[in-house]
C-alpha cells in the first residue's frame, strides 16, 4: 500500500497527512521540521496537492519540500511560501541585527556581509547592510556605488541607499576615505551609533553590520553600543588567522553576543583544468575551532575568481549564480549555494535562539 492509500487506511485526511509529514521533513535549518502553524493552505484536486506555507525566517525550500511530499504521497505536489518573519523589532523596526566580525584583516569579511545580505534577500527577507568599517568603508565599492550620496529625509534622518533589493548606508557614501581614518575611537564608534540611528531604514527583517577587523577596544565598543542578536565570524584557514578568529568569539562571548558561527572563506581552491581540490591555506582549521568553541561552521567557501569578480564590479552573485552552476569538473555545488545554505542557517538559529516572547525593546543611546 503506497502514497495516499496508506494514509487514508489509518483514517487521515489529506490536510493531516500533510501536515504529519511536513512535522517529519528535516534540512540543516528545518532541524525540528516545519509547525502545523506555518502550514496556510492545503489544497487537493484530482491532478495534484497544493500547499502554501508562511515560513518565520529567511528560507526558499520549496521545491525540496514539494519532492518530499511527492514521493511519500504518490501525487504531484506543488509548494509555495512566503517568509513572514516573526518576532518584535529590536530596535526601530529592525527585527534582528547581525554582526560580521573578523579577527584580522583581509579575510572576505566584508565580502561575506554582502553575499549574505543578497543570500537572506533571495530568500525572501527584508534587507539592510550597514558597513561599521569606518576606516576602510568598502560597501560603496561593493556595491558600485562610489558616487552615491545618500539624500536627507528631513534634518535628523538620511535615505539609505537601495541596490539590488538592499538597503545599504556608509560612512564611505557621506566623507571621503582618507577623513575617515583619522578618526580615533570615540569618533569612529559614534560614527556607527550615528549611521545606525540615523538612517531611515523602514521595516526591516535583517539588518548586516559589517564590523570593522579585528578585536581591539574600538570592536569591543561597537559592539555594545548595537542592539544585535548574533555574530558571524569570517576566518581562513590559516593558523594565524584561526588565532584571530578565536579571540573575536572571546569578544563576542565577553559581551554575551550569540555567536551564530563561523564563515571559513578561502577554504579551499578547486583547479578548473585537473579538478582537483587544493587546500592552499591550510586544512580543517575552521571545523576543529567551530567545534572547540561549539559554534557551527556555517560555510567552507572556496577561493574563486567568481566571488572576486562580482564582488569586485558590485553584482549580487547569488542571482547571478542560482541556477546550479559548474564551479569546477568535482564541484557541483554552486558559489551561490554556500552563501544561501549560510543565510538560511543564520535564520534559522536567530528563530530558533529568539526571545521574541520576552517583548524586550532595546533604546539605544549616543553616550
Ligand atoms: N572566497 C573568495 N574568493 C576569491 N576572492 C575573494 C574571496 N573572498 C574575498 N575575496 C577577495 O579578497 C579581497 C578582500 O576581501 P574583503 O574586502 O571582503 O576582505 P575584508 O576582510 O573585509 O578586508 P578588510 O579587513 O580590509 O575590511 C577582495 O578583493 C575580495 O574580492
Not at 502553524?37 to 521545491?63: G, H, L, R
Not at 536627507?152 to 541596490?163: F, N, S, V, Y
Amino acid at each position: 500500500m503506497f502514497g495516499l492509500e496508506k494514509w487514508f487506511a489509518k483514517g487521515k485526511n489529506t490536510k493531516q497527512a500533510i501536515i504529519e509529514l511536513l512535522n517529519g521533513y528535516r534540512s540543516a535549518a528545518l532541524p525540528v521540521g516545519i509547525d502545523a502553524n506555518w502550514v496556510i493552505k492545503t489544497q487537493e484536486s484530482k491532478a495534484q496537492i497544493q500547499v502554501q506555507i508562511n515560513f518565520p525566517f529567511a528560507i526558499q525550500c520549496d521545491q525540496d519540500v514539494a519532492s518530499y511530499l511527492q514521493q511519500h504521497l504518490g501525487k504531484p505536489v506543488e509548494v509555495t511560501s512566503k517568509v513572514v518573519v516573526v518576532g518584535r523589532p529590536k530596535f526601530k523596526a529592525i527585527k534582528h541585527i547581525i554582526l560580521v566580525a573578523s579577527g584580522k584583516g583581509g579575510v572576505g569579511k566584508s565580502t561575506t556581509a554582502i553575499n549574505l545580505a543578497y543570500a537572506l534577500r533571495a530568500q525572501g527577507a527584508k534587507v539592510g547592510v550597514l558597513d561599521a568599517d569606518i576606516y576602510g568603508p568598502s560597501l560603496p565599492s561593493l556595491l558600485a556605488l562610489e558616487d552615491e550620496k545618500p539624500q536627507a529625509k528631513d534634518d535628523k534622518t538620511l535615505l539609505p541607499i537601495e541596490k539590488s533589493g538592499i538597503k545599504a548606508m556608509s560612512i564611505g557614501f557621506l566623507v571621503p576615505a582618507e577623513d575617515a581614518t583619522v578618526w580615533r575611537g570615540p569618533m569612529a564608534s559614534q560614527a556607527l551609533t550615528q549611521l545606525l540611528n540615523e538612517t531611515d531604514w523602514g521595516e526591516l527583517d535583517y539588518l548586516i553590520v559589517d564590523m570593522p577587523p579585528g578585536t581591539g577596544d574600538i570592536q569591543l565598543t561597537m559592539t555594545q553600543k548595537v542592539p544585535a542578536s548574533g555574530a558571524v565570524i569570517v576566518t581562513t584557514p590559516q593558523t594565524l588567522a584561526l588565532a584571530d578568529a578565536q579571540k573575536g568569539i572571546a569578544m563576542f562571548e565577553k559581551v554575551q553576543l550569540p555567536i551564530l558561527g563561523l564563515v571559513e572563506n578561502m577554504s579551499y581552491f578547486n583547479c578548473a583544468q585537473c579538478g582537483s581540490r587544493n587546500h592552499i591555506f591550510g586544512h580543517s582549521g575552521g571545523t576543529t575551532l567551530a567545534s572547540r568553541y561549539g559554534v557551527p561552521l556555517l560555510a567552507e567557501v572556496p577561493l574563486n575568481d567568481q566571488i572576486r569578480t562580482a564582488t569586485e564590479q558590485g553584482e549580487d552573485i547569488i542571482s547571478a549564480t542560482r541556477e546550479p552552476s559548474s564551479e569546477s569538473k568535482t564541484d557541483n555545488h554552486g558559489i551561490a549555494d554556500h552563501y544561501v545554505d549560510c543565510a538560511q542557517l543564520v535564520a534559522s538559529m536567530l528563530y530558533y535562539q529568539s526571545d521574541s516572547t520576552s517583548g524586550v525593546e532595546i533604546v539605544m543611546t549616543e553616550d
